[in-house]
């Protein structure tokens, strides 16, 4: 049990030890972050751990233009209701018109992009194979989208002309040029008949004329290559892509997040709606090149999910990811602990955040399968925590629930508060829910408890109290592909696997297999 004094005092020493090597990380652009501490210390989750009509073509719009009968829009504000193509004429129009002020255009371009993102995003299909690029030259809409320093915003390297260019090995190669439209609003239309796969990135030259290349800040879709971040025109037929959206309120939080999303191959030229998995610190999960990764590395989640995709040992999904923040120890446990200062508690917010605000917006942006069936979350050490609490404080929403090195002690490091193996224990019910659990650590040695490293003795702990509220059915072969259909709880150990992204990395494709079964 939890209260063994040994553990405890480990549990004091190891927290001892990471305060004095915590340190802020380099990468702003959400936020100063904290590094992870060594591996052989307990696993809190110091840091980072390791984005239109429901079922409608996202392309396809409703209307090309404002109704006939509509008269001339009065460019208050943007009129269509139709298609993104449709709203970016109107506001070519609007910024033409010399009754308007400058701050009404600025307003206009602001809504034009909002309304654009909340849709289909960027860059704009218009019928016939044209695609409209769109650049505001501010530094909060041209943030910082990688660890490339090149790439950061500075207006001294963001002077006209502004390009877009398609061949990325040679940047001035067939190169468009956007059209200054109103201050630092720049567009142009580009034929492309072939979009699928098209990587593009901008070009712009600084103030002795050299040439500077970056992604497209608008961009929807985009991937890395090893000059940092690529913007893509659109998804292909053969890989998987990476997707953000730049802003989701989150109300009772009072905060906007980013978000990242892996999109499987062939989403944006199919019709098939997916199973969702939502994971936590979403930065530590994909290329390491996103800003604000783990030093040690990331999930290299989209990796492994293409791999097993390959091998046929599970389905498409797309894979929501969160990144953290500041608040990663106050959103990722549900009671308030003291680990040298009295921190946490706000998972209920962060939880109803996911529940009520996200899951809505991806669900109407994305073609999904919204029932909790096909609807999981995921994380490790804090994340896996709050992924417990997710799942359990709303299991009509999360039919999955997965946690790798959980820190399932969170409530009894310095304080005497509810731990979630108590709150677990407490809930009567379990089994009758339906919900499929997935648990596993490193550290060890197997059956020595207690065991401070990589949350191991407390992982067991929640496995056999879920065994023993009915939960029961493991696979008949952890490695068999596919898993046995009626399993609703996995168990793995790796023995002496260090708290770190590459631990979880190599481990990751069995809770993808548990709840991306093939069907």
């Not at 936020?31 to 429901?54: H, I, K, N, Q, Y």
């Not at 990242?260 to 390491?288: E, I, K, Q, R």
């Not at 590459?502 to 494709?509: E, I, K, M, Q, T």
Request: with cysteine.
């Amino acid at each position: 049990m939890l209260a063994r004094s040994a553990h405890l005092a480990l549990v004091l020493m190891t927290l001892s030890a990471c305060e004095a090597r915590i340190e802020s990380t380099p990468d702003a652009a959400l936020g100063a972050d904290l590094t992870r501490t060594d591996a052989s210390e307990l696993d809190l989750g110091f840091g980072v751990d390791a984005l239109g009509p429901e079922r409608a073509d996202p392309d396809a719009g409703t209307s090309d233009s404002t109704p006939a009968d509509a008269g001339e829009p009065d460019c208050q504000s943007l009129a269509s209701s139709g298609s993104d193509h449709a709203l970016y004429d109107e506001l070519l129009d609007c910024l033409t018109r010399s009754e308007l002020t400058d701050e009404d255009k600025d307003q206009l371009v602001r809504e034009f992009i909002d309304r654009v993102e909340a849709q289909d995003g960027f860059p704009i299909r218009r019928p016939g194979g044209g695609f409209i690029f769109a650049y505001l030259r501010t530094p909060e809409l041209d943030a910082e989208d990688d660890r490339e320093a090149q790439e950061d915003f500075d207006p001294t390297h963001r002077l006209e002309p502004i390009r877009v260019a398609f061949d990325l090995t040679d940047l001035n190669a067939n190169a468009e040029a956007l059209e200054p439209r109103h201050r630092d609003f720049y567009s142009a239309e580009v034929s492309l008949p072939s979009p699928e796969g098209q990587r593009y990135r901008f070009v712009a030259k600084d103030d002795q004329g050299r040439d500077w290349f970056y992604s497209d800040p608008l961009s929807r879709r985009f991937e890395f290559d090893l000059n940092g971040r690529f913007s893509l025109v659109r998804g292909a037929g053969d890989v998987a892509h990476l997707e953000w959206i730049r802003r989701v309120h989150a109300a009772q939080l009072n905060v906007d997040r980013s978000i990242y999303v892996y999109v499987p191959p062939g989403y944006d030229l199919g019709t098939d709606a997916y199973s969702v998995l939502y994971m936590h610190d979403g930065n530590n999960l994909f290329d390491p090149a996103l800003p604000r990764s783990a030093p040690a590395g990331t999930w290299n989640v989209h990796g492994v999910m293409s791999q097993q995709l390959q091998g046929g040992h599970v389905r498409p999904g797309l894979i929501v990811g969160i990144p953290n923040t500041d608040a990663r120890f106050d959103e990722y446990t549900h009671v308030p602990d003291d680990i040298g200062e009295v921190v946490g508690g706000r998972a209920d917010e962060y939880a109803d955040f996911i529940v009520s605000d996200l899951k809505p917006m991806i669900d109407a942006r994305y073609r999904t399968r919204p029932d909790r069936v096909n609807t999981g979350v995921m994380g490790s050490s804090l994340g896996g925590l709050v992924s417990f609490h997710i799942g359990l404080r709303h299991p009509t929403v999360f039919g999955f629930v997965g946690g790798l090195s959980s820190t399932f002690i969170w409530g009894r490091v310095g304080l005497a508060n509810e731990t979630m193996l108590e709150r677990y224990r407490a809930t009567s019910g379990l089994a009758a829910q339906n919900q499929i659990f997935y648990l596993d650590s490193g550290g060890g040695p197997n059956p020595t408890c207690p065991d401070g490293r990589d949350n191991y003795c407390e992982a067991l702990e929640m496995r056999d109290l879920l065994v023993a509220a009915g939960i029961d059915r493991f696979p008949l072969d952890p490695d068999a592909s596919p898993l046995s259909a009626n399993t609703n709880i996995m168990h793995w150990w790796t023995p002496n696997a260090p708290h770190n992204e590459g631990a979880w990395s190599a481990r990751v494709h069995r809770p993808l297999r548990l709840f991306f079964r093939p069907e």
